[in-house]
């Protein structure tokens, strides 16, 4: 049956430029955090690969093992990216457990995920040790892995931090998130590869920096310049870069049209802001972002796309 | 540059037969005439067993308003009524000839003068075109005299010369070498519909063509060619009046018609000049025959009714690793059972494809990645679709749509997963389309 040609996309290939992608953060954090961003980068993405491997051939029982669409290593290496670098050994492990196991397979693995896995476990850890996941190294430590040395993430004081630090990555904190200009950097090479579209980043930094400005300007008692500033200061500090370049943009878990991946982007945005400003976590980019994939069901039913020859139905 | 508005791909374009002159097919031994070459009736057998043709003669009537009649393209002898495998994959009813030659009837003017000028009133063109079974050349071969006797009035003519297809180079040499005829031949459409605007859309990636076709239309007032964006599927009908005038075709029941567009293929085009102007009825067709490992990709002017292992014969062979021949082009051409399928009004080209080429990617889960929606030229989401017709949720199926799917396959060419998307969603059309006939019956 037709069609009897195929394009030649697939899987694998959205998968490896994804890595790509990461590359420039991913050794931007070596260069910051030395040997801890290796061996933690090591450890979560090989325990993320045997886990599925592990599940698909002994719980699931699958006949065709699916860890060569590198779709694990993708989940890998993001979930390392939201560590700090002097995570121990076997929180990393649990960490990868919980993102493989519950966050991915117990839905029937790739594609039927309602959650990012790697956020799922993240927020686990989060939860499970609060103390070790908010304490970050201070970067150029290069030989340091647990003993390294730690400070606040910057987002606990953002008022007092450098703009060009927070954008250029000379920074503690989880890391793949510190540099803003790298993880801009792996936006572009998605973009060109066509492996996402523009769409859900972009809201969520324009709806970031808007609900931001706005909240602080309700507040009161600061110059707008200064307001404008501090909001800028919020997109290029904590997981935002990450979280929507990288996280957000996960095909499974975000909205199937255009239409609906703006209002994703969007009420991300809102709602981060809402965390960092009037919760309790310095940092809202995970539960953010999880919270909204919960309402992409939702989102998918009200926006179709526009058919043709005929006005957008609800 | 002109192009549709909702999504497309780009499918390698392969013109690997692009620029060849046509050459002439020598005539089959046998010559099989389905009766069935078009949409609507099949046609009707008015000869019998033992009976003598000739080049022309009409073999089967129409079977209705909308069928076309069918005419020998060789002489000879009836040989049986019976039936054969045709180009979809059934037994149908067929008429054999045995060919004893190339006799043709007196009537047809076989000169090579072109024909410019006819007193022919509209009603007479478009009855000629019925008595001579002009059906659609692109593919569909929705009878001819049926579009152009529209229930509104119309006021523009779009012919399609978009051959948006990877591969097909028919209808590019049918322009290169009959220009003039079928200006004429659009000139003749245009005055059985009434109207006095007519473009010629031509895909950018024939630029000789449209060079050529914007030569000659200055002595047509009227008829202007418009280039378009090489983009799938633009020789869709729906996609092509969307391009050229910026009009969008409602589901059916509604026709082109009714946005005031009348479209034809340019082969058709062609045919029109014949019948109208040198009286000769549909029975031979220009069919392309290609394929990556085809040792002599060409253009091939064939009598309808000849074997297709004829055509690939005269082009070389058939490589030893063909795994598949389609008839048509690869996004929308069907595989054929056998290369005995004779050649018919709608056989637009013979493509082989090589036993790696055929074989199909291994299938994935749906990672939802939305290029399947974003690739729809209609706006559907076909990973929806597809997966409400695996399931059989054929309500849930007709509220999104399914029956609005033209089969174009773009989904499916696009989707990382190699999902069998277009195949799930043609048997929903089928299931969902029963349905809403059975609930119009009972009305």
Known sequence: MSPHVHGGDSVKRNMRWVIAAMMPALLWSFYSFGLGAVVVTLTSVVSCVVFEWVINKFILRNPRNTIADLSAVVTGLLLAFNLPSNLPLYIIIVGALFAIGVGKMTFGGLGNNPFNPALVGRVFLLISFPVKMTSWPVPHQMSAYTDAVTAATPLADLGNANLADLFFGNIGGSMGEVSALLLLAGFLILLCSKVISWHIPISIFVSAFCFSVLFYAIRGGMPFADICMLSLKHLCAGGIMLGAIFMATDYVTSPMTHKGMLIYGVLIGFLVICIRLFGNYPEGMSFAILIMNAFVPLINNACKPKRFAKEVKK | ?443
């Open chain 2, 1 to 443: 540059m002109k192009t549709f508005r909702i999504g497309g791909v780009h499918p390698e374009e392969n013109k690997l037969s692009a620029g060849k002159k046509i050459e002439v097919m020598e005539l089959p031994r046998q010559a099989v005439f389905p009766l069935s070459q078009h949409i609507g009736a099949p046609a009707v057998p008015c000869v019998a067993k033992g009976d003598v043709v000739k080049v022309g003669t009409k073999i089967a009537d129409a079977g209705g308003f909308v069928s076309a009649p069918i005419h020998s393209s060789v002489s000879g002898k009836v040989l049986k009524i019976d039936t054969a495998i045709d180009a979809s994959g059934y037994r149908k009813p067929v008429i054999v000839i045995d060919v004893d030659g190339d006799k043709w009837e007196p009537s047809i003017d076989r000169s090579e003068d072109i024909v410019r000028e006819t007193s022919l009133e509209p009603k007479e063109i478009v009855a000629r075109i019925q008595e001579c079974g002009i059906v659609g050349m692109g593919g569909a071969c929705f009878p001819c005299h049926v579009k152009l006797s529209p229930r509104t009035p119309v006021d523009v003519v779009i012919i399609n010369a978009v051959e948006c297809e990877p591969y097909l180079t028919a209808d590019h040499s049918l322009m290169l070498e009959k220009p003039e005829q079928i200006l004429i031949g659009v000139q003749l459409i245009m005055k059985a519909v009434n109207v006095q605007k007519a473009f010629i859309a031509i895909e950018n990636n024939k630029p000789d063509a449209i060079a050529l076709m914007k030569e000659k239309t200055a002595a047509f007032p009227g008829i202007e060619v418009c280039p378009l964006k090489v983009k799938y599927p633009q020789g869709g009908e729906k996609q092509l009046i969307d391009a050229v005038v910026n009009r969008q075709v409602p589901n059916p029941p509604a026709l082109p018609a009714d946005v005031g567009a009348i479209v034809q293929n340019v082969g058709t085009a062609y045919a029109i000049y014949e019948a109208v102007m040198k009286n000769k009825p549909l029975f031979e067709r220009v069919v392309t025959v290609t394929g990556k490992s085809v040792a002599n990709p060409m253009n091939l002017l064939t009598r309808m009714g000849t074997p297709m292992s004829q055509l690939i014969e005269r082009a070389g062979g058939m490589p030893e690793d063909t795994g598949k021949i389609i008839g048509g082009g690869p996004m929308m051409g069907k595989a054929l059972l056998t290369a005995e399928v004779p050649v018919c009004k709608g056989s637009s080209g013979i493509l082989l494809m090589t036993e790696k080429e055929a074989g199909r990617g291994e299938e994935m889960p749906c990672i939802r990645c939305s290029k399947c929606v974003s690739a729809c030229p209609m706006g559907l989401e076909p990973y929806l679709l597809a997966k409400q017709s695996e399931r059989s949720m054929w309500d849930e199926a007709e509220v999104n749509e399914i029956m609005t799917c033209i089969e174009c396959g773009s989904c499916q060419f696009t989707c990382p997963s190699n999902r069998p998307l277009l195949d799930w969603i043609r048997q929903g059309k089928g299931t969902v389309g029963g349905i809403i006939r059975a609930r119009a019956a009972k009305k």
